[in-house]
């Protein structure tokens, strides 16, 4: 069975082998080349210290590395927040609709192959192979943007959107959810037009709604800092909520007009903004923040409902498959 | 008696509210080479599609040597299905080869011996650069391949020109000869099923009006010519008249005596699905 239907779909996997080799070979390239570029500019210290004048890695020395190569990173970054709609697009959207367009499951189901091995084996020879090339351009572009270590993508901490949905278990959950999405419209609607548009469409408004709800998909610390005139926000973390806090440790329902006071008036400047802060009700600084440390947490909590719908949809999928004449 | 080769009891098909089945019950017997007739739409292909399991009955059950059939292949059956699915990017050597895999019990010799038979097919064609002829030949020879003791066929002869729809038969007939295999097989090409046909089963309106042989049948049945006003004297049940100016034909069930004034004469299996069918169109008309 498997043989028969590895046969059937050759023309995609032979396609999806090519797209692999040549993206392979381009990733490895441009690494190639912007790691000697690091090395020609001595660029290395600042690789694992970040933007730090005092090291020798000021705004100007890493600017013009950034120039050049922080969009290239960005691109290869979206390339594989692409790949999953593209699996489920022409991957798991014709996997099914095609044969029931043409009529050519009947021949299937007209043997003594039971519907759901049928089914089973046309998933895995379509859904594995996309899975692996996924990961493995995944890990090829994680290599090249980790080269650029601080002065890259990676400054801007685990939850920017590009390094987000390119790294943990985010690809293989979108591949695999955007594959059983586009299979089970294309064996409800028969249609494979209608499934690679309805795959897109929803593929894109979820991953969108997802992404703007990531800080609410872990329980958020407290941080306080007991001078109210400090924030003590870590870079790469992601803000829930922020304000102040009264004596008796409550939230100051609204603090801006406070701050107002205490901000520069005309010739007169506030010298402790502390003291002023306290004088109007407010006593400590608090945010809500998913620091960065949480970021497995998030990528777990985001995979799982990702995964839990793409089984949701498998078992959809077997249902309509069995129903079709 | 032996078990029936396939059994309906109750048998209905519905989709939304148009009944293609609609509660039919009848036996078929084994080793017998059946026509299955009717107007377009009388449910044909329906019942074909619901003896291979193809799709599920709304209510009642169908049954193939006394297993039912639901939701799968009975694997006593083999069918051919009228749009002769084949992956059109294969070559003939791999469409065999795939169904080949997708059967527990096949015979690669059985699958040569047909693709061999008339002009033969050329293993290393693609399907879709195969001529109808040739791509019913290779559904045939699949078919025939799962060795099977029933044999359905949807419109074995169409799209086939009049030595191809020969030919087609022969493989048939030849299947029946050498393995006793029964087989179902829907046409409108009366004049070729009066040829090889032995059993009758005729479908109009979801619903099964003659189920015999067909000699037993024709036997019943009768063409009556007389005056047109005196058709009272007629006894038995007229299925269908076609009426001149004096003169009446009437196609009769169980005309016997023959009243006095009437020339009778016994019908050809084409003569009488057709006076079936006239009368099944004349009753849809009238309803409308």
């Known amino acids: ?325 | 008696m032996s078990t029936p080769a396939l059994c309906a009891a109750g048998l209905s098909k519905h989709f939304g509210r148009v009944r293609a089945l609609d509660d039919c019950t009848f036996d078929l017997p084994e080793g017998r080479v059946i026509a299955l007739v009717g107007p377009n739409g009388a449910g044909k292909s329906t019942l074909l599609s619901l003896a291979s399991g193809l799709i599920r009955p709304t209510a009642g059950s169908i049954s193939v040597h006394g297993t039912p059939v639901r939701g799968r292949m009975h694997p006593d059956v083999a069918y051919l299905a009228q749009n002769r699915p084949l992956y059109p990017d294969f070559t003939v050597r791999e469409v065999i080869q795939a169904v080949g895999a997708m059967n527990e019990r096949w015979s690669q010799p059985r699958v040569e011996e047909v693709l061999d038979m008339l002009a033969g097919v050329d293993r290393d064609a693609k399907v879709r650069a195969l001529s109808a002829g040739a791509r019913t030949q290779v559904a045939i020879a699949l078919a025939l391949g799962r060795l099977p003791k029933v044999l359905l066929l949807d419109e074995p002869l169409s799209d086939l020109d009049p030595l191809a729809r020969d030919e087609t038969l022969r493989i048939v007939m030849t299947e029946v000869a050498d393995r006793g295999t029964t087989v179902l097989m829907s046409s409108h090409l009366l004049s070729d099923l009066s040829e090889v046909c032995d059993h009758l089963l005729l479908v109009v309106e979801g619903q099964v009006r003659l189920n015999g042989d067909v000699e037993d049948v024709l036997a019943e049945h009768r063409v009556l010519v007389g005056p047109r006003d005196d058709e009272s004297a007629v006894s038995g049940v007229v299925v269908s008249a076609s009426r001149a100016e004096r003169q009446a034909t009437l196609l009769v069930r169980g005309a016997d005596p023959v009243p006095a004034g009437w020339v009778a004469d016994r019908p050809d299996l084409e003569s009488l699905v057709v006076g079936y069918l006239r009368a099944a169109r004349e009753r849809a008309a009238a309803r409308r």
């Open chain 1, 1 to 325: 069975m498997i043989r028969v239907v590895w046969r059937q779909q050759r023309a995609q996997l032979i396609t999806m082998l090519a797209v692999f080799v040549v993206g392979a070979a381009a990733l490895l390239a441009v690494r190639a080349s912007m790691v000697s570029y690091l090395d020609g500019h001595a660029l290395g210290n600042c690789v694992a210290i970040g933007i730090r004048a005092d090291g020798g890695c000021g705004n100007d020395v890493v600017q013009s590395f950034q120039d050049i190569w922080f969009d290239r990173m960005k691109v290869g970054q979206l390339f594989v927040l692409a790949l999953p709609v593209l699996v489920g697009l022409f991957g798991g959207a014709p996997l099914f609709a095609r044969e029931l367009e043409q009529g050519t499951h009947v021949l299937a189901f007209t043997q003594s192959v039971s519907r759901i091995r049928w089914m089973s084996s046309k998933i895995a020879v379509a859904a594995a192979p996309a899975l692996v090339v996924v990961v493995a351009l995944q890990l090829l572009v994680e290599w090249w943007v980790g080269a650029a270590g601080k002065i890259g993508p990676l400054a801007s901490g685990p939850y920017f959107y590009a390094t987000f949905g390119t790294s943990g278990l985010a690809p293989v959950a979108y591949t695999l959810f955007a594959f059983s999405l586009g299979m089970f419209v294309g064996a409800a609607s028969r249609r494979t037009l209608v499934a690679m548009t309805v795959t897109l469409a929803v593929t894109v408004v979820l991953r969108y709604a997802l992404s703007s709800l990531q800080k609410f998909l872990v329980s958020a610390q407290r941080i306080v800092s007991d001078d109210p005139s400090v924030s003590k926000v870590e870079p790469g973390s992601l803000t829930v909520f922020g304000g102040y806090l009264d004596a008796n440790g409550n939230v100051v329902p609204n603090a801006n007009s406070a701050v107002m006071n205490c901000g520069s008036k005309g010739d007169a400047p506030v010298t402790d903004t502390a003291t002023c802060y306290r004088d109007h009700g407010l006593v400590k600084w608090f945010a809500d923040v998913v620091p960065a440390e949480a970021a497995g947490t998030v990528h777990l909590v985001e995979a799982a409902i990702y995964l839990g719908l793409a089984v949701v949809l498998v078992l959809a999928t077997g249902w309509a498959v069995r129903r079709q004449a």
